[in-house]
């Protein structure tokens, strides 16, 4: 049984992730009606994975006898200067999801909840490697420059580092 501080923190990370899951969405949409056709798969499919993300804190919270709460969203940014501010956006909002995951998991280990701590275990390595690619490709930005063929070059790039799209929500 989960309680009840940690269910209200489990419900707001899933709040967050479905926000995440807004907000990449918009910046596929961006991507896609500026002809960023590479980055805006690369979006639609953070976005899915983000909902996926969701979902597992979703399940998580009902199979340990709490109450998962759908939430209500705010509107997400929908439209950005250029590439490398939607790039330091994506950088920005993992970030924070990391923090956030990482009070879960003190929470967690205060409360001796051995089943929240392992199953957020997850979610630690998922923010590690989020969180270096979006560096890495605001890097890439960033040394490519978006003058000329840059910005043909970057979208390359960055549609390259879209992962299929997932589907399995149940896992
Ligand atoms: Fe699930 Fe990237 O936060």
């Known amino acids: 049984m989960v309680g009840k ?3 209200k923190l489990l419900n707001e990370q ?3 992730e479905a926000y995440a899951s807004s907000s990449y ?4 949409s961006w991507c896609e009606v500026n002809g960023l056709d590479g980055s805006a798969t690369f979006f639609y499919n953070q976005s899915d994975e983000e909902r996926m993300h969701m979902l597992k804190l979703f399940r998580f919270i009902n199979e340990r006898g709490g109450h998962a709460i759908t939430p209500s969203l705010k509107k997400p940014k929908t439209s950005f200067k250029n590439i490398l501010e939607l790039m330091e ?7 924070s999801v990391t923090e956030a995951v990482n009070k879960l998991v003190y929470i967690a280990g205060q409360e001796k909840d051995y089943t929240s701590l ?3 275990q ?3 390595s998922e923010q590690h490697e989020e969180e270096t690619l979006a ?5 890439k930005i960033k040394l490519i ?3 000329g063929s840059g910005l043909y070059l970057i979208d390359k790039e960055i549609g390259l580092k879209a992962t299929p799209s997932v589907n399995n929500t149940t896992e």
């Open 118 to 120: 392992n199953f957020l």
């Open 5 to 7: 501080k940690l269910e």
């Open 14 to 16: 899933l709040e967050m």
């Open 122 to 124: 997850w979610y630690i």
């Open 135 to 139: 560096r890495t490709l605001l890097d």
């Open 25 to 28: 969405l918009a910046m596929a």
């Open 89 to 95: 956006t994506f950088l920005e909002h993992e970030r």
């Open 145 to 147: 420059g978006m003058q």
